[in-house]
């Protein structure tokens, strides 16, 4: 049980405070609600771009870094198609450090054509690396927009091609900054060796007198069901083996259905004895690597099955493999031990997330953009809750051909 205050500023600032003496350190963690699908679809990767302009210093600060490390301080941040984190660790001695530097830079974050044109060179470089350079790298360039047609998780959160990066205005980061990075669109979480009354004070020194904003309605357009089977096959000279990812529209993760499709993914593919490596890596010998995860998103997300075939292998015969696989799941009742042995992973990461005062920062901060904080000390409950029976009916919906998007990726000349 991770037990916290919360108060809010005349801004509208959401604060946590978790205080926990069994440490000398403290955590000051912002997250800002706003990811990759609150981009215009003309100019996506802003909320990337973003996370690396936020490090470029401040009108009154023009170093982030050198002041933190002065005090002892580490930083990092990331950015998902939902959220953007940011996280500072330093002694809590020096907690006052944390809450000038994140401020000012709420505040009056430093746009400049210098800072703008150095941060987007290092965004095109990481494009280009990770994701063009790389062998599979593009996947998920691919997989988005043949999975989602209509929702802006149709693109991954580095954007959608260089270009957008590469056209981005001084005016229209100004503006993407103005409309989503301010005090009514954030939630600070504060823990560690301190106390709420030291943390209030500090938030309204440092933060109160920030202006509010405008409140940014999400309206975003929603994902119709699909109601076809998609494919796609993919050549490159660049990879060593063929691959095949599957995936399949999931409830969105404030809903009932999210925690089944969650352990299923662990009935599949979680450890050595999961169905997928014991049957089809081990057992079959098919795929070197077979995988099944989801995107965990806020709204409806993705099922993903990916796995890289061993050599000579036909991929529609792993293919059909893999949904005999499925298949089983809405067949057959999965048996009480199998369900067990998956809760108990979940529990034991639980528990671990409940140690780190890093993970319980931004878990306070996430539930509680969820709708309570609370939630995250209540969230085992609901994988416990879940029945054999709920997981064959969840497996029926989630795992049909018309619900199911497939690319094809083979190597080639």
């Not at 503006?175 to 954030?186: S, T, V």
């Not at 409940?354 to 901060?365: S, W």
């Amino acid at each position: 049980m991770v037990k916290f205050d919360r108060f809010t500023l005349d801004n509208g600032l959401r604060v946590l405070v978790h205080e926990d003496k069994t440490t000398p350190m403290a955590v000051v963690n912002i997250l800002y609600d706003v990811g990759a699908r609150d981009e215009n679809p003309n100019q996506t990767g802003f909320a990337h771009l973003f996370e690396h302009l936020m490090f470029g210093g401040s009108v009154n600060i023009p170093s982030y870094d050198e002041p933190l490390q002065r005090v002892g301080g580490e930083n990092n941040a990331f950015t998902s198609n939902d959220i953007t984190n940011y996280y500072i660790t330093l002694p809590a001695e020096n907690l006052e450090t944390a809450f000038w530097l994140e401020s000012d830079r709420m505040l009056s974050l430093a746009f400049s054509e210098k800072s703008l044109d150095v941060q987007r060179n290092v965004v095109i470089e990481e494009f280009k690396q990770r994701y063009l350079n790389q062998p599979y790298g593009d996947v998920w360039l691919k997989l988005r927009p043949l999975s989602y047609k209509v929702h802006p998780y149709r693109w991954p959160t580095i954007g959608q091609e260089i270009a957008h990066i590469a056209d981005a205005r001084i005016e229209d980061v100004k503006a993407f900054f103005k409309k989503h990075y301010n005090p009514q669109n954030a939630i600070l979480v504060v823990g560690g060796h301190v106390t709420t009354n030291e943390v209030k004070a500090l938030a309204e020194k440092w933060f109160g007198p920030i202006p509010a904003g405008e409140k940014y309605n999400r309206n975003l357009p929603q994902e119709p069901v699909q109601t076809e089977a998609r494919a796609e096959t993919v050549t490159s000279s660049h990879v060593p083996l063929n691959a095949l990812y599957i995936t399949f529209h999931m409830p969105a993760r404030k809903t009932a259905g999210y925690y089944e499709c969650d352990l299923i993914s662990d009935i599949l593919s979680r450890g050595n004895s999961s169905r997928l490596c014991l049957n089809l890596v081990k057992g079959k010998k098919l795929f070197s690597d077979l995988h099944a995860y989801h995107t965990g998103s806020i709204d409806a997300g993705l099922f993903v099955i990916d796995g890289k075939l061993l050599p000579g292998i036909d991929i529609h015969q792993a293919e059909q493999a893999v949904w005999e696989e499925l298949e089983q799941l809405k067949k057959t009742l999965v048996a009480d031990m199998e369900l067990d042995k998956v809760k108990n992973k979940q529990e034991s990461t639980f528990v671990f997330s409940e140690m780190n005062l890093l993970d319980k920062a931004m878990n306070l901060a996430y539930f509680e953009l969820l709708g309570d904080a609370d939630g995250f000390n209540h969230e085992i409950d609901k994988y416990l809750a879940v029945s054999t029976a709920d997981i064959q009916q969840r497996a029926a919906k989630l795992f049909t051909k018309e619900n199911s998007s497939t690319l094809y990726y083979l190597a080639g000349a």
